[in-house]
């Protein structure tokens, strides 16, 4: 079977073609199509597949099988393969055009992104990858700061505005490997080459628009490092093109604005509202913790005096409402300070939970009791001798489990 020939090699704009099947079977999720051309891109090099469809069949994924290209369209249940799209037939293929040109935004506006990070600052692109809402270059430093992100930003912008031209030609690999490339092609034979207009030159087989007026905006939407064992690290760099750019501050528009109105303020003083009431609110929580620190220490010592005391101890046993779970865990500490106690916790809800914890040094060991509780009655937890907690037991065993383990703690 001949080589598909591929025509967005040539003509990225093509929206419809014509084309003859070679060969056709069955797929396990439809039909597999050969065509002697297509103009449908396969994933390749961090792009996404085309989609559309052919000879009205809708297209579920495009793949590239060395110089073969598969069209996998969906089948008809209960029957054969279509007969419209049996080999020797000719098709019609027309391509999503919405999803294509936003490829091609995307795709020539990493080549200008990645283009202006060697330009500012020397940084590699050592991977990139096309997603369905953002796409993301990574790379080969961890170095990066906003300063040199957004240098490269507004230098990639800047060919934008200036609406350069961007050519696609064919070399050998080694005539490839004699001209400036970007990046150095590992492989033979010939090579797709992309141009930039006096500022890129990338051996690539994806698709891109004519000029880069076309990719509308460049907008970096984050960047994090990556660590990388054993060697220097990474940035990830997260960026927006084109139609995604503008769906992208309109969307924060949109949530300044609704922030900027439930504040009663600018959105220009957003930031330091915010900023303010975070402190605020760390403010307040220190305060609470603090509160709730005193209020565990008062309950801890009331039950410890309702207590009974037996043989030189005091056993705490006591069921806490799901939405004392914050303090249980203080309060059995807080019997656990007095002399020569014991604390058997539960908390209803959903998981419930259990602290079991003794004065310091105390004869038992608060770890193996919880684990023989929670193998009688369900759950799992365990500790050290002076404190343990688990959960997970059901909630109408938690008074029955506490009453086991006191009657343990007696033996």
Not at 113 to 132: D, K, Q
Not at 259 to 276: E, F, I, M
Request: one cysteine or more; glycine letters at 10%.
């Amino acid at each position: 079977m001949p080589a598909t020939e591929r025509l967005y090699y040539t003509d990225c704009y093509l929206r419809e073609f014509d084309a003859r099947v070679t060969k056709s079977e069955p797929d396990p999720r439809g039909l597999r199509v050969y065509l002697d051309r297509t103009a449908f891109y396969p994933e390749s090099g961090g792009q996404p597949s085309d989609r559309g469809t052919l000879a009205g069949v809708s297209l579920l994924d495009v793949v590239g099988e060395g110089d073969d290209v598969a069209h996998i369209v969906v089948g008809v249940s209960g029957a054969g393969p279509h007969s419209e799209i049996a080999a020797g037939a000719t098709v019609r293929g027309v391509i999503d055009w919405a999803r294509r040109f936003d490829h091609m935004q995307q795709h020539t506006g990493q080549h200008a992104l990645s283009a202006a990070f060697e330009h500012t600052g020397g940084y590699r692109t050592v991977s990139f990858h096309l997603g369905a809402v953002v796409s993301t270059i990574d790379l080969d430093s961890d170095r990066l700061g906003r300063r040199q992100i957004e240098a490269a930003e507004d230098l990639a912008n800047q060919v934008v505005f200036e609406d350069r031209e961007v050519r696609v030609s064919f070399r050998s690999a080694e005539q490839a490997n004699q001209m400036d490339l970007r990046k150095p092609v590992q492989r033979e034979g010939e090579v797709r080459l992309v141009a930039i207009e006096d500022f890129d030159l990338s051996a690539c087989g994806g698709t891109h628009v004519q000029r880069t007026g076309a990719i509308g905006l460049v907008a970096v939407r984050k960047a994090e490092r990556q660590a990388q064992k054993g060697t220097e690290g990474q940035t990830r760099v997260e960026f927006v093109c084109g139609r995604r750019a503008l769906v992208a501050a309109r969307r924060d528009f949109q949530t300044l604005s609704e922030a900027s109105r439930l504040l009663s303020n600018s959105p220009d003083q957003v930031p330091a509202l915010v900023s303010g009431q975070l402190d605020e609110l760390r403010a307040l929580a220190r305060a609470r913790d603090k509160l709730t620190e005193r209020v565990a220490k008062y309950r801890g010592r009331e039950l410890c005096q309702a207590a009974q005391r037996k043989d030189g101890w005091t056993i705490v046993r006591c069921v806490l409402a799901a939405e004392e779970l914050a303090e249980a865990k203080k309060i059995a500490h807080a019997v656990a300070s007095e002399p020569a106690a014991v604390a058997l916790i539960g908390v209803k809800g959903d998981p419930t939970s259990l602290y079991f914890a003794q004065s310091p040094g105390g004869k038992l060991d608060m770890g193996a009791l919880l684990k023989q509780s929670v193998t009688k009655f369900g759950g799992k937890g365990g500790g050290a001798r002076d404190f343990a907690q688990g959960g997970g037991v059901a909630e109408g065993r938690i008074e029955e489990l506490l009453i086991f383990a006191a009657a343990e703690i007696r033996k």
